[in-house]
């Protein structure tokens, strides 16, 4: 695995970067890429960035050894009038991650992963959502990192895991 890349906090100013890692967790399909706008704009993602860090807020990015971000994992504490696809609760922190496709493979998402399980924990939250399309291959690293299927849809799935 390699290790050429370290962890720091998401600030406010990473709101563009945070996009461009939620077009890329919505674009992961091969061939199946949405112009940025039209993933920003969708009343499925924009919730996941809109007003972007609000007290509830937090996250982490991966950036390479020049201190280019490469990666993102972030989460937002969603009201039950306006959930997001991976909601579970008033209280459950939904889970965004992103990696540049240059840097997959390298160990960048498994580190953004445990990292934002164990910040959420540390801001007090026992347990953190995502929601998953059935065939992207992120559900792997998924399992392998704690979290289990608590809702099945049609073509995703809502995992969460304990953040202890």
Known sequence: ??????????????????????????NWRAGGVRPRHEVLTSADHRRYLAGWKRMADDGLV?????????????????PQDAPGFGFIGVAVPELIIGVHPLWRARGVGRSLLRGIVHLAGSQ?????????????FARNLY?????????????RDTMARGTA
């Open 124 to 136: 007090g939250h026992a347990r953190i959502s995502l929601s998953v399309e059935r065939d992207n």
């Open 143 to 155: 399992r392998a990192e704690g979290f289990a299927v608590v809702r099945e849809g049609e073509s």
């Open 62 to 78: 991966a950036t390479a050894s020049d201190d280019v971000p490469v990666g993102a994992a972030w989460y937002r504490v969603l």
């Open 1 to 26: 695995m390699y290790r050429d890349f370290s962890l720091r906090r998401a600030a406010q100013a990473d709101a563009m970067f945070l996009g461009d890692m939620l077009v890329e967790a919505a």
